[in-house]
């Protein structure tokens, strides 16, 4: 089944185009690498999936509905440079908003949203961190943070902007281990990924992209030589080292 379907949308900033003709269907319980180098327009596929910008052209619709309907369904984690680090709260705060989708207005956070608080807390080893202020945190704590608020909204579409930057290897892998759970309980992921070696490990469907859709589908099938080239152009001497090239 289709959960987002991408429509022929372009989308420019002060006129230039970054993003032209894309078309998409997503379908659920998928991981999908979203890869592509520098301004490929990675983040603002999203941000125009998710209705933060609007398009010149083209339609999206998510469960078949506008996205502005389904919103609750749907969690974003930014891009870090997008995302503003010095508002003071703590990491309790900060992953408990998680839950406010759920919320009705004035309703009281219960023991059912303080379990799933701890239980994110411990997924991503920041349990002991819950009193700290937020902005004390170094970069990868940081992003663990968001991804534990992210995991509390237990929502049914993941949209994860570069999630491994700045995290340790131990982290990423227990990352990556979570999300192919997710998926396999019928959640869809989308995330943004630079790391071409680990790409076909952590995903097993890949969406090619270069302010054109290059190739999207099975990993398998999709993320080969000629796509990748296609892709990244004159970067190619880069690929030759990940080892993905010229075997
Ligand atoms: N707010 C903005 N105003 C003007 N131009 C923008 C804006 N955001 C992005 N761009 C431009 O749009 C293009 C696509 O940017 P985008 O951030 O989507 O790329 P990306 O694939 O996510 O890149 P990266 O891998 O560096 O995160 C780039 O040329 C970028 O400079
Ligand atoms: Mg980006």
Redesign the pocket.
């Known amino acids: 089944m289709s959960t987002i379907s991408v429509k022929g949308i372009s989308v420019s ?2 006129r230039k185009r ?1 993003l032209t003709n894309i078309f998409l269907e997503i379908e659920e319980g998928n991981i999908y690498g979203v890869i ?1 180098p ?7 596929l999203f941000k125009a999936i998710l209705g933060l910008i609007e398009p010149d052209a083209g339609e999206v619709t998510v469960f078949g509905k506008d996205i502005k309907d389904v919103r609750k369904r749907v969690v974003y984690v930014p ?1 870090r440079d997008d995302v503003d680090w010095q508002f003071p709260a703590t990491v309790y705060d900060i992953v408990m908003m998680g839950r406010y989708p759920h919320k009705k207005i004035l309703e009281r956070i219960n023991e059912n949203d303080k379990e799933i608080v701890h239980q994110a807390l411990k997924d991503m080893g920041i349990d002991h961190l819950k009193e700290r202020q937020i902005g004390e945190l170094s970069g990868g704590q940081q992003q663990r943070v968001f991804i534990a608020r992210a995991l509390c909204q237990e929502a049914e579409i993941f949209f994860l902007d570069e999630p491994f930057v700045g995290v340790d290897m131990t982290t990423e892998e227990r990352i990556i281990d979570i999300l192919k759970k997710l998926a396999a309980q019928g959640k869809t992921l989308l995330v943004v990924h630079h790391d071409l070696s680990s790409a076909p490990e952590y995903f097993n469907k890949i969406i090619l992209l270069n302010q054109r859709l290059i190739a999207y589908g099975d990993t398998k099938t999709t993320f080969v030589e000629e796509n990748i080239k296609k892709a990244y152009g004159a970067q190619l001497t880069i690929l030759h080292k990940t080892g993905l090239i010229g075997k």
Not at 38 to 44: H, R
């Open positions: 900033y002060d970054v592509g520098n301004g490929a327009g990675k983040s603002t891009q």
